[in-house]
């Protein structure tokens, strides 16, 4: 079963860095990632999930004004995985972080944790 798989998450201090990846795995008669809008979501308890960052298949990228300038998305298209380097890192975003692949049947990964505290 293909499916998408985060990693990259942990604790860091305010003002801190980490770079999240979110690979392709299992097989698939075609790839799920190539040519599609990529995006990173994030979570906390008791709201809704948010965008923080997507890439299209022709690499534009759009972020919401809550990351841009810190956050920067990426995709390796060869080797069908997707990063985001998070910089200047602050208690509010502290979250769990999804990949996902917006185009139908819509795929989600299960999450990554980030955990900014000092």
């Known amino acids: 079963q293909v499916q998408l798989v985060e990693s990259g998450g942990g604790w860091v201090q305010p003002g801190g860095s980490l770079r999240l990846s979110c690979a392709v795995s299992?097989?698939?008669?075609?790839?799920?990632?190539?040519?599609?809008?990529m995006s990173w979501h994030r979570q906390v308890p008791g709201k809704q999930r948010e965008l923080v960052a997507s890439?299209?298949?022709?690499?534009?990228?759009i972020y919401p004004d809550s990351t841009k300038g810190r956050f920067t998305i990426s995709r390796d298209d060869d080797k069908e995985i997707m990063y985001l380097e998070m910089t200047n890192l602050q208690p509010d975003d502290t979250a769990v972080y999804y990949c996902?692949?917006?185009?139908?049947?819509?795929?989600w990964g299960q999450g990554t944790q980030v955990t900014v505290t000092s």
């Open positions: 996902h692949r917006p185009a139908a049947p819509g795929y």
């Open positions: 299992g097989a698939s008669s075609g790839s799920i990632f190539i040519g599609y809008t």
């Open positions: 890439i299209s298949g022709g690499g534009n990228i």
